[in-house]
């Protein structure tokens, strides 16, 4: 059973403070990726990895980096928090087959305050 | 540049009622399709994907996509709606020249008892 693990489901952060969101993966899949889900806009990418130390950004990058020193993590670092950083935040991972799906972690709700 | 467009943002429907959710794309190349589902308080989760063979594809939970061809919508279909599919869907396309998956902006359906 594949599994994506987030390492926090809900947090609360101050304004200005760097935050790292964790994401583990057990099925040795290539890519990984970071979403962010917001009402009303679907998921947008943030940035995506496709091997150890390889990263793109996404559709949304700014204010955001990533970091992908092993194949099965893949940590989203906000530098400095704002408010408008408060969402869920989801990550996934998949195969480099493009017929394949991606599997996704629970998500982290992070607040900003 | 691919994209994916589902124009029904908030759908509500009676128990037994059809369900149909629109999901139009452009893809450039092999044509591989998503459906993921995410019920409330639950990870997002595959419910359907077609990528060859039998254009009409069967999900999880009665829910059912037929592919007619390439640039034609791939529509989410299922018969008689229950009030457990209560949840938001997501249509999916992988982009054609990397790992990335690209998503709609999602349609939230409520079923009525």
């Known amino acids: 059973d594949v599994k994506v693990t987030q390492s926090s489901r809900y947090l609360v952060k101050r304004t200005g403070e760097k935050v790292f969101l964790e994401c583990v993966q057990d099925?040795?899949?290539?890519?990984m990726f970071w979403y962010r889900q917001d009402p009303g806009l679907g998921l947008r990418l943030i940035y995506f990895?496709?091997?150890?130390?390889?990263?793109e950004k996404g559709d949304i990058p700014e204010g955001y980096s990533v970091s992908r020193e092993k194949k099965e993590r893949f940590s989203l670092i906000l530098e400095s928090a704002s408010t408008n950083q408060t969402s869920m935040y989801l990550c996934?991972?998949?195969?480099?087959?493009?017929?394949?799906?991606?599997?996704f972690g629970q998500g982290t709700r992070l607040t900003v305050v | 540049a691919q994209s994916v467009s589902q124009h029904n943002h908030h759908v509500i429907l009676s128990e037994a009622a059809s369900l149909e959710l629109g999901c139009n794309y452009s893809?450039?190349?092999?044509?591989?399709l998503f459906w993921y589902v995410q019920y409330p308080g639950q990870h997002l989760q595959l419910l359907l994907k077609?990528?060859?063979?039998?254009?009409l594809v069967k999900g999880i939970k009665g829910f059912e996509a037929e592919f007619i061809k390439s640039k034609f919508p791939f529509n989410l279909r299922k018969p008689s709606v229950q009030w457990s599919d209560t949840a938001e869907y997501f249509c999916?396309?992988?982009?054609?020249?990397?790992?990335?998956?690209?998503f709609g902006q999602g349609t939230t359906l409520q079923v009525k008892p």
């Open positions: 996934a991972s998949r195969t480099r087959q493009a017929n394949t799906e991606a599997f």
């Open positions: 990895s496709y091997d150890v130390k390889m990263k």
């Open positions: 077609y990528f060859s063979g039998d254009p």
């Open positions: 999916a396309v992988p982009s054609s020249n990397t790992g990335k998956l690209i």
């Open positions: 893809y450039g190349g092999t044509v591989n």
């Open positions: 099925m040795d899949h290539e890519n």
